[in-house]
Nanobody, 123 residues
């Protein structure tokens, strides 16, 4: 059974940093494309970042490019999202997603999801 569990969310001041983790189980980690999405209250789910299953391809949403970084640890079967220079508009629930075949920016293309981690940016 595929499981994705996010952690590391919290309250941070503007300009601060956080690291989100997504621990995975139930599948062969290096055979899946991994992604992060976010959803702010009252808004649609938004693509944040993705890494291909062979770790050679990376994609970022325009609003987070040059501030956020996605990385993986194959030994720990974990994908990370490093959030830097946080802004008020980065406040959202952040979701980890996985799919064995698709490496896209659309949420509908991912077959497996975590429960989400709240990130709140506030002074």
């Amino acid at each position: 059974q595929v499981q994705l569990v996010e952690s590391g969310g919290g309250l941070v001041q503007p300009g601060g940093s956080l690291r989100l983790s997504c621990a995975t189980s139930g599948f062969t980690f290096n055979q899946y494309n991994m992604a992060w999405f976010r959803q702010a209250s009252g808004k649609e789910r938004e693509f944040v970042a993705a890494v291909s299953r062979d770790s050679t391809g990376f994609m970022y949403g325009d609003s987070v490019k040059d501030r956020f970084t996605i990385s993986t640890d194959n030994a720990e079967n974990t994908v990370y999202l490093h959030l830097n220079s946080l802004k008020l508009e980065d406040t959202a629930v952040y979701y980890c997603a996985a799919d064995q075949y698709r490496f896209r920016k659309k949420a509908s293309q991912y077959g497996h999801w975590g429960q989400g981690a709240q990130v709140t940016v506030s002074s």
